[in-house]
């Protein structure tokens, strides 16, 4: 088969879970002997183009910013999809499949228009759905009307759809995909040998800095917990717009000699970080999978997240276990909940490795991979989903 992968980043110029599983499935198909393209925007230099084994990587759109104040712009997308329209109208015909992302919403309206003449089947990954007030809350009354329709109109292309939490898959499924296949797994990394924790003890965050991933609200859970423990230290791991205003604020609480900032760091030293972390921190309101959750439990280390309406991770966590979840998004219920997993110590690790021996089948990318195989052999007029669907 030719298998056209579209998605408007490309890790690791651009590093994110959607942007691991693109590339992974490129990869993957490639090794499989089938030719593989993957339609993106160009992030890279000039004459320095990305080598992906065995696939050839296009850029249909120019080199642009996605971000602006934490929120996705919208120039981006429209040009990304104007530009798969383009590549896809002239070579849709070469190609068996395209797979791509639901979001941002305008390559996979470009893909679907372009597929009656290029014959190709069509499946989308539905890594989100948005709620008519999540999408108000983003951007404003029309804005969020505006991004409301445009995502029912993407849900009722015809597509072999697929998603990485029951949360989402509902949410698509009501939206009018037509039957959703549940993907559990994105991990494809290798079996890791655990050790033991920092000392002294090591909470860590690595994310974006952007208001939805709420660190504010983790450095106030933070002060809490270091008026009562004077060893705990915290690294905070990433970028954004909220970088400045929460290094402003650790260092009006005094805490700026055990809250470090260090920005993005290399990859072998985020992973000594997330072994040696006695749990890692994700207080996000929105999340569609829990990457984090599964990264941390192969490591042996518990992870504390936040419930909310649109965090499908939860979905990951099974409090004591693997991890625990604060109840609300305020500094006392994240602080008792990073102390619940502060407490277990030793004991926590080893109960974080046995879940996680125990569903890491389920949780691979392996799993996924043959699952969407077969969801494409049974064809998008399938029944309702069995084991693979939402429900």
Not at 8 to 14: A, E, K, R
Not at 58 to 81: E, H, Q, S, W
Not at 160 to 179: D, K, Q, Y
Not at 200 to 225: D, H, N, Q, S, T
């Amino acid at each position: 088969m030719h298998i056209c992968i579209v998605y408007d980043c490309l890790f690791p110029w651009t590093i994110g879970g959607a942007e691991r599983w693109y590339r992974q499935l490129a990869e993957t198909h490639a090794a499989q002997g089938h030719r593989v393209t993957y339609l993106t925007l160009c992030q890279w230099d000039t004459g320095e183009p990305p080598a992906l084994p065995g696939v050839r990587v296009i850029a249909v759109g120019p080199r642009l910013a996605l971000y602006a104040d934490g929120k996705r712009r919208i120039a981006p997308p429209l040009l990304f999809g104007l530009g798969v329209l383009w590549h896809l109208l002239r070579h849709g015909r070469r190609y068996d499949l395209v797979h791509g992302a639901s979001f941002p919403f305008f390559s996979l309206l470009a893909a679907g228009l372009a597929r009656p003449l290029g014959g190709y089947r069509l499946a989308v990954d539905w890594h989100e759905v948005w709620t008519r007030d999540y999408w108000r809350a983003y951007l404003g009354p029309l804005g969020g009307a505006v991004g409301w329709a445009v995502q029912a109109l993407c849900a009722r292309v015809p597509q072999v759809a697929f998603s990485f939490s029951r949360l989402h898959a509902a949410r698509a499924e009501a939206l009018g995909t037509g039957p959703v296949t549940l993907l559990e797994g994105e991990y494809a990394g290798p079996a890791l040998q655990p050790v033991p924790a920092a000392d002294p003890p090591l909470v860590l965050y690595a994310g974006r800095m952007i208001p939805e991933k709420r660190v504010p609200l983790l450095v106030a859970a933070l002060a809490r917990l270091m008026q009562t423990d004077p060893c705990l230290r915290a690294v905070l791991v990433g970028r954004g717009p909220d970088l400045e205003p929460v290094r402003a604020e650790v260092a009006r609480l005094g805490l700026a000699g055990r809250i470090e900032l260090p920005g993005f760091v290399p990859t072998e030293a985020l992973e000594r970080l997330q072994a040696e972390a006695a749990v890692v921190v994700q207080p996000s309101e929105r999340e569609g999978y829990g990457m984090i959750v599964v990264e941390a439990s192969a490591r042996g280390v518990p992870v504390v997240l936040v419930a909310g309406p649109d965090n499908a991770a939860v979905e990951l966590v099974e409090p004591g276990e693997n991890g625990f979840v604060a109840a609300e998004p305020t500094p006392p219920a994240l602080a008792e909940a990073i102390g619940a997993a502060l407490a277990g110590g030793p004991a926590l690790r080893a109960r974080v490795l046995d879940w996680y021996a125990r569903h890491a089948q389920r949780l691979s990318f392996g799993q996924s991979f043959a699952r969407i195989g077969a969801a494409l052999a049974a064809g998008p007029a399938a029944g309702a989903p069995t084991e693979q669907g939402s429900s």
